[in-house]
């Protein structure tokens, strides 16, 4: 199977878990928002960017913990939630009925799902909760420093990780301890009450913190002949980490997260 086609069967599978979020959420009362390539996929292509094979969505926090809390007794026998300690803390659901191999590596759809936080407007609230969040972030980076690739980050970053690297700074840091540590602190300011909000984890970082009257009340979105949910104000969403979204990358860019990672 050539590489446009094994991203098709992704997309599909995709879509299938998509319904299957969504009607939780509709019965549960559970809200949800379409964040990133998948936002920018609904309003720009109107479904998934074409190259893309991966799914981000996002959830206020409450909304979040629950979908957590409920999802063993509501969650189809073949679709496996998995909850990422080990990393910056997101959740997942997986398709595991479904292997598709990207190299040497077999992979099962998914998507990912994301808490949305709240985070104060300005002064030294904002200062404060700025800096604790970068203090636990970046150990939770050096937690797993062998593992951070070699790509360029900017002086102070790749002098700091080539460091730890050599220190093995990781091997007396607790991932999983530090990540609960993180969630802690950016829980502390609730999502519906705060000024601005959003995917506060995000590998957008501030750019994905917006007015929390963008994200609104949610509205359904066509996407791959279904509906899709989605901001109150989508466009500023996306040009607030994008800049010009409706701008297509180059050509030698357009590469799916599972093709970039293991091949095709």
Known sequence: MDIKNKVRLVQEKEIELLKIFSEICEQHNLTYYALGGTLLGAIRHGGFIPWDDDMDLGMPREDYDKFIEISGSVLPKHVLLKQHTDNLGNTSIRDTSTVITFGTTDCNPFLDIFPLDGFPEKGLSKWTHEKHILFYRMLSKLSVVQEIS???????????????KITKIDKILNTEKINKKLHKVIRKYDFYSSPRGGNVLGTYRDREIVPIEVFGKPKKMEFEGMQLSVHSEPEKYLENIYGDFMRLPKEEDRVGHFEAAYGK
Do not use: H, P
């Not at 070699?150 to 730890?164: I, M, Q, S, W, Y």
């Open 150 to 164: 070699d790509r360029d980050r900017g002086t102070f970053e790749n002098a700091l990780v080539k460091v730890a």
